[in-house]
């Protein structure tokens, strides 16, 4: 015979946090089941997480905080006495926030509105689990009947620890699930219930299988559908004058549109059933629905938005119906979740950049620039969403008539951080490559105060931005007043490789006229860093990149150009370049630096008694780069000028090219668009040896960087 088994349910006391947005304290605690056999051992044990809600709709900045601390501690048996001290730290935070808020009522009709959209007012009778079967026999009987079923149902699914027993309860779901398909649209407030009911189960995903069976996503998206009909149907016969809608009908419709949305994005944590939601058009009826005045309602569906944007199907619809102008009425906006939300909506849709125009084009810039000075906005959302509308060069021009510039420069110079955060000092350097915003943070004190904090604290991020504002030929000049903290730093900091990258690179944009270079090179001590950095292994390419234009810089100097020719840094230069073939940056500096050393007389010997350094440049004559054409060229011209043995060769090479592009003319009959130079250039394979061949090629734009 089997032994007689008790369940036993314990609930043990965990921790109470705010509510993100709504004015709540949410309580977290264990609910563990077991089952006790009749010797007193546990057969079986069950440990749930489970959380309740205790609304403080009409906290104000009068109210005792003490007084109501002891009273939800009399109310709640989740939270232990000893954490009364706890409580009213809680509250006494809640209270600030709604009084920064400065909507205090506003807040709490919100919060109570928010409440109302999930659940609907039951009878005023007592719900129990034990009578469960009577309220499923309620299911089968009339519409008044159904809608008391219901919601006394509901009273139990709101407790946590009812759900899992719920679940073994085909008859009762799948009478709910019934009633939700053939009564759903005799009456709204039947409809809601049942939703509700399914969409505290659909909380947890545990539950998401037994939602899913009763196919309770595919109905509520059928309701959504038809509740947007009904809204048609509604404007059509106001437009008309035939009828006036009345706000009961509205609000009501928006608790059933609400409930049903808010279980459908739950379930949506799966993407399979996501995409099944997607195909059956949920996607344009979000955007519609943009067009509700309900914060917290509009706050859900810009949550649903924001989910199903990070697929480019999904925001290839929102662009199809135009989501940019409906979103910009909500920046800047007096809810702030509806707000904090739509930015991060926003932030999603900016990656695109038809999108990023969009948002330019309905005056989206300076609203977000006035929210920079709020107190209350997600600094890191808005500043992330600013970067990258900054991306697009024709808008950056744009940014100097906001107030941008000067807020950003003042998050930057008064952050208490050691190091700035990055997504400031980002949207920094993107706006500084426009000479007119460069000018804007250059102005007073700007460019000193970012390079002495740069150099205090050793950020290369702030150096970065004090190189990009140098690039401009306007600002270069104001560098001249640091010269020597630069050059110390770059002593200090020649182990410090993401430093030396920045300071180098400050240093490289100084081709100035009638700076005295040699002056610099040898009170710092420069050319035996140089040549250090540069010996194959020992640097990373984007430091070896940054020393090699700063050795074609200084030797806008000429009186450098003995001690780069004396350095052996030729020599280096020749087997960097046999290494470094296959990136066009590197390859165009080093030429470019040949071409330096070939244009002074004192120099030109060196590099010409070095026949690999010509047999390179000869390699490189039709290179498939632009930019590297024109410099080898200008080399080349030098070289045949000053060595007749090396002008033959040059002739020659110079044959074996336009023999070949002829003969294939004649023989292949190319396309001719094969006569463009960089085609007919891409064409040849006639080289002495295999370097040429092992180089990818990389095109640059214009101005070689």
């Not at 809601?192 to 009911?197: F, G, H, Q, R």
């Not at 943070?441 to 990009?468: A, H, I, N, Q, Y």
Request: aromatic share 6%; charged share 25%; glycine share 4%.
């Amino acid at each position: 015979m089997d032994e007689e088994q008790v369940l036993r349910r314990r609930a043990k006391a965990g921790y109470v946090e705010v509510h993100p947005t709504d004015s709540a304290l949410v309580v977290f605690y264990e609910v563990e089941a077991e089952i006790i056999a009749e010797h007193g051992g546990s057969i079986l044990a069950d440990r749930t997480l489970c959380q309740k809600q205790i609304r403080v709709p009409a906290l104000t900045p009068k109210t005792d905080v003490a007084a109501l601390a002891q009273r939800i501690l009399s109310k709640c048996k989740y939270i232990m006495p000893s954490q009364l001290g706890e409580v009213e730290q809680l509250l006494a935070f809640l209270q600030q926030r709604n009084r920064a808020s400065g909507h205090n009522v506003q807040a709490a009709e919100r919060a109570e509105s928010k409440r109302q959209m999930l659940v609907q007012a039951a009878d005023k009778e007592q719900a129990r689990l034990a009578d469960i079967d009577d309220y499923i026999e309620m299911l089968y009987d009339d519409t008044k009947s159904k809608i008391r079923g219901t919601a006394l149902i509901l009273q139990l699914v709101r407790s946590p620890e009812n759900l899992a027993e719920l679940t073994h309860n085909e008859t009762m779901l799948g009478a709910l699930a019934r009633v939700m398909r053939e009564d759903g649209l005799k009456s709204p407030q039947l409809t809601t219930n049942i939703v509700s009911i399914f969409f505290f189960f659909s909380s947890y995903s545990e539950f998401h299988p037994v939602v899913s069976h009763f196919k309770i996503g595919a109905t509520c998206v059928k309701i959504v559908e038809q509740e947007m009909e009904r809204y048609t149907m509604w404007q059509r016969a106001i437009d008309k004058r035939r009828r006036k809608l009345e706000k009961g009908e509205l609000t009501e419709q928006e608790q059933l549109l609400y409930v049903a949305l808010h279980l459908l994005l739950n379930l949506a944590e799966d993407t399979q059933t996501e995409i099944k939601m997607v195909r059956k058009g949920l996607v344009p009826q979000l955007v519609t629905l943009l067009d509700r005045m309900n914060y917290e309602f509009l706050t859900l569906v810009v949550t649903f938005l924001k989910k199903l944007s990070v697929f480019e199907e999904n925001t290839a619809v929102m662009i199809e119906h135009d989501i940019v102008t409906k979103l910009a009425k909500f920046v800047p906006h007096e809810c702030e979740p509806l707000q904090t939300t739509s930015l991060r909506l926003l932030l999603n849709l900016s990656c695109k950049p038809e999108l990023r125009k969009r948002m330019i084009d309905v005056g989206l810039l300076p609203r977000l620039s006035q929210l920079l000075d709020e107190p209350e906005v997600q600094l890191g959302l808005l500043v992330t969403l600013l970067y990258n509308l900054s991306l697009d060069e024709d808008t950056l021009p744009l940014f100097g008539a906001t107030e941008t510039i000067p807020s950003v420069m003042r998050l930057i110079l008064t952050s208490e951080a050691e190091y700035v955060e990055v997504e400031p000092v980002a949207l920094a350097i993107n706006l500084a490559k426009s000479y007119r915003n460069a000018k804007i943070m250059c102005e007073g004190s700007g460019l000193k105060l970012l390079l002495k904090r740069g150099l205090r604290v050793r950020d290369p991020v702030l150096l970065k931005l004090v190189r990009t504002l140098c690039q401009h030929e306007q600002t270069k000049e104001l560098l001249l007043d640091f010269i020597d903290p630069l050059g110390k730093e770059i002593q200090a900091c020649h182990q410090d490789a993401d430093m030396l990258v920045e300071l180098v690179g400050i240093l490289a944009q100084l081709d100035i006229e009638n700076f005295n270079f040699e002056a610099l090179v040898t009170e710092y001590d420069l050319i035996p860093l140089m040549r250090d950095i540069l010996q194959p292994g020992v640097a990373e390419d984007d430091l070896v990149l940054e020393v090699v234009i700063l050795v074609g810089t200084i030797l806008s100097d000429p009186a450098c150009a003995p001690l780069v020719a004396q350095s052996g840094l030729v020599e280096i230069f020749i087997e960097l370049l046999k290494q470094k073939q296959e990136d066009d940056e590197i390859v165009l500096q080093i030429v470019f630096v040949w071409n330096k050393l070939l244009f002074y007389t004192s120099t030109r010997r060196v590099v010409l008694q070095h026949s690999r350094a010509v047999s390179y440049l000869l390699d490189l004559m039709h290179d498939t780069n632009d930019v590297i054409r024109k410099v080898v060229a200008g080399a080349l011209d030098i070289v045949a000028e000053c060595d007749e043995h090396w002008a033959a060769e040059i002739r020659i090479k110079q044959f074996q090219f336009h023999n070949g592009i002829w003969l294939d003319m004649v023989l292949g009959e190319p396309d001719q668009n094969a006569l463009d130079d960089v085609d007919l250039y891409e064409q040849e394979h006639e080289h002495d040896d295999d370097f040429e061949a092992r180089r990818h090629g990389l095109r640059l734009d214009d101005e070689g960087t």
